[in-house]
């Protein structure tokens, strides 16, 4: 697939999963994209762990970094009708399991519905962040990211590195298709149909299972 329609192919896919008046969380990069591809109708409350309710990206004259800022740095703003609050309160709603959905990257998911996103020891330092939060107080989880990394399988048996929580996956979104954690494993749910099984099951450490209501990943 080409390289510079992924990000945007699998922000689209993943919007589909997100019903109007869900309060969501999105984590930095590739989630971030997300809004921009709801279906009509539907109207999200953004919740940034900073502090802010019902965030919205302020245009260029309205941006004041220095005033207030989402979880990736930039500058973020309070909807009409939405709140900036305090940081214990906002993580007091997370906790509380009020947030409806949080979508997250990663570095490295597997057939347990095991997450690693916030450090390659000796190398990449991202952050914990509010994920660990975030990934067992919000209701679902949903992980969107490219299928590898560098030809290599980031979908494994089992995490290699450290986990940010354990067993806290729903869902995974990459190019290649749509795959659902389940109690007896992965299950391949919906297949971009510019791919066959055998190459998604390839690019995946993990085995896949099959569903018997697979369709192709629109």
Request: some cysteine; overall charge negative.
């Amino acid at each position: 697939m080409d390289k510079e329609k992924i990000k945007g192919f699998i922000a689209a896919r993943a919007a589909r999963e997100l019903a109007d008046g869900d309060v969501v969380n999105l984590g930095v990069g590739m989630p971030t994209l997300i809004p921009q591809y709801l279906p009509a109708g539907v109207k999200l409350i953004l919740q940034c762990e900073n502090g802010i309710i019902d965030s919205i990206k302020p245009s260029a004259e309205e941006a004041e970094p220095e005033f207030a800022v989402d979880a990736g740095g930039q500058s973020a703003l309070a909807a009409p009708g939405g709140a900036y609050i305090d940081s214990s309160v906002s993580f007091g709603l997370i906790r509380g399991g009020h947030v409806d959905c949080t979508i997250l990257g990663a570095l490295e998911v597997d057939e347990k519905g095991n997450l690693a996103n916030w450090i390659i020891p000796g190398s990449k330092v991202p952050g914990m962040g509010g994920a660990m939060d975030l990934v067992v107080g919000a209701k679902k989880v949903i992980i969107t990211m490219e299928h590898t990394a560098r030809g290599k399988a980031k979908i494994l048996k089992q995490c290699r590195l450290p986990l940010t929580a354990a067993g806290c996956i729903n869902l995974i979104i990459t190019e290649m298709g749509v795959i659902e954690v389940s109690k007896d494993g992965l299950v391949l749910t919906e297949i971009n149909p510019e791919y066959t099984f055998e190459d998604v099951q390839k690019a995946t450490e993990a085995t896949l299972k099959i569903s018997e209501s697979l369709k192709e990943m629109a």
